[in-house]
């Protein structure tokens, strides 16, 4: 484990601590936005979240932190699950939206093969995307 690795400690309602590793616990906008505004010190307090649902979010979060969801979309698709298949791709749009090409890359581990004119092409043929 990195010496940079931060945890936070988030409490619920009734009372229970858990200490997570920040980039687990940033899966919340909300979480996220009071880490970046400075609006947190030590505990975050979750004063409309109680241990049960808690529990649950956090192994929601671990589980789709590690699985390769594209996988998950693979077999949703194949099965022909559409809410499993749309509840996915939801997942996947969260993860991208507002980033940059770069930090999409690095979120899903995806090299860059294009050349930078064909980059500056294809920008150029989509340009409605960049606005």
């Known amino acids: ?34 880490v970046e505004d400075n609006c947190v010190s030590n505990v975050i307090p ?9 529990t649950k979010v956090i192994e929601y979060w671990k589980k ?12 949703a698709n194949f099965l022909n699950d559409k ?3 749309d509840m996915m791709c939801q997942e996947v749009a969260n993860r991208i939206k507002g980033k940059t090409p770069e930090e999409i890359r690095k979120e899903f581990d995806i090299k860059n093969d294009f050349t ?8 150029k043929e989509n340009a409605w995307a960049f606005e």
Do not use: Y
């Open 116 to 123: 930078p004119e064909e980059e500056e092409e294809i920008r």
């Open 83 to 85: 809410e499993i298949l």
């Open 1 to 34: 484990m990195s010496s940079s690795t931060k945890f936070l400690t988030l409490k619920t309602c009734d009372g229970k601590e858990f200490v997570l590793d920040e980039t687990i616990v940033v899966r919340s906008q909300t979480i996220k936005n009071m």
């Open 64 to 75: 789709h932190s590690e699985e390769d969801v594209s996988k998950d979309i693979l077999a």
């Open 46 to 54: 979750l004063p409309n979240v109680d241990s049960k649902t808690m």
